[in-house]
């Protein structure tokens, strides 16, 4: 059974930072490029940062000097360093596992960014 369990999420003020686990089992997670997705109420989902199997990343635009991926291959985590966040980074946050034609998804995890 493929579990992506999400955590870390909250409410942090404007300017502030946060960081975002996922935790994955039951998939050969060194193979899976990995990603952070978010959703904002009447929005579609997005692609926040992604990174290969081989380390490679890849950043929305919107985001690209403020979040950081990285990877434990040893642990089957994905993290997402977020730094300087902003009220439009509120939205629920969904780590996913993707290879070939599989794709999984977590539960998501709120972030809220208000003063």
């Known amino acids: 059974q493929v579990q992506l369990v999400e955590s870390g999420g909250g409410l942090v003020q404007p300017g502030g930072s946060l960081r975002l686990s996922c935790a994955a089992s039951?998939?050969?997670?060194?193979?899976?490029?990995m990603g952070w997705y978010r959703q904002a109420p009447g929005k579609q989902r997005e692609l926040v940062a992604s990174?290969?199997?081989?380390?490679?990343?890849n950043y929305a635009e919107s985001v690209k000097g403020r979040f950081t991926i990285s990877r434990g291959n040893a642990r089957k985590a994905v993290y997402l360093q977020m730094n300087n966040v902003k009220p439009e980074d509120t939205a629920v946050y969904y780590c996913?596992?993707?290879?070939?034609?599989?794709?999984?998804w977590g539960q998501g995890t709120q972030v809220t960014v208000s003063s």
């Open positions: 996913n596992a993707h290879l070939g034609t599989k794709d999984y």
């Open positions: 039951g998939i050969a997670f060194s193979l899976y490029a």
């Open positions: 990174i290969s199997s081989g380390g490679t990343t």
